[in-house]
Nanobody
Framework: QVQLVESGGGSVQAGGSLRLSCAAS????????MGWYRQAPGKQRELVAR???????NYVDPVKGRFTISRDNAENTVYLQMNSLKPEDTGAYYC????????????????WGQGTQVIVSS
């Protein structure tokens, strides 16, 4: 089994910063993509940012230039540095990891964290 444990959420005023962390542990041979989704109240979950095992990144347009995703492959951890936060960034943030378990070849399974709340007040 694989567990993803998130930390770093909280409440900040607009313009502030937060750094989210997500550490994966358990039965892991390798991890391909890692990333962050968010879900605002009353809205669908959306991809915020993702990073490949090689370090290539993608961001949703509203966070480009403000958020930075990074990862530590040795620690199976992904980070999301969020700067210049806006009220519309408020929501529950979920990390995910495309995990390759031992003995499964190239097959990946998406694992999810429990979510961490980010509240940005104006």
């Amino acid at each position: 089994q694989v567990q993803l444990v998130e930390s770093g959420g909280g409440s900040v005023q607009a313009g502030g910063s937060l750094r989210l962390s997500c550490a994966a542990s358990g039965s892991i041979f390798a991890i391909n993509d890692m990333g962050w989704y968010r879900q605002a109240p009353g809205k669908q979950r959306e991809l915020v940012a993702r990073i490949t095992s090689g370090g290539s990144t993608n961001y949703v347009d509203p966070v480009k230039g403000r958020f930075t995703i990074s990862r530590d492959n040795a620690e199976n951890t992904v980070y999301l540095q969020m700067n210049s936060l806006k009220p519309e960034d408020t929501g529950a943030y979920y990390c995910y990891a495309a995990v390759v378990p031992p003995g499964w070849g190239l097959k990946t399974f998406n694992q999810w964290g429990q979510g961490t709340q980010v509240i940005v007040s104006s």
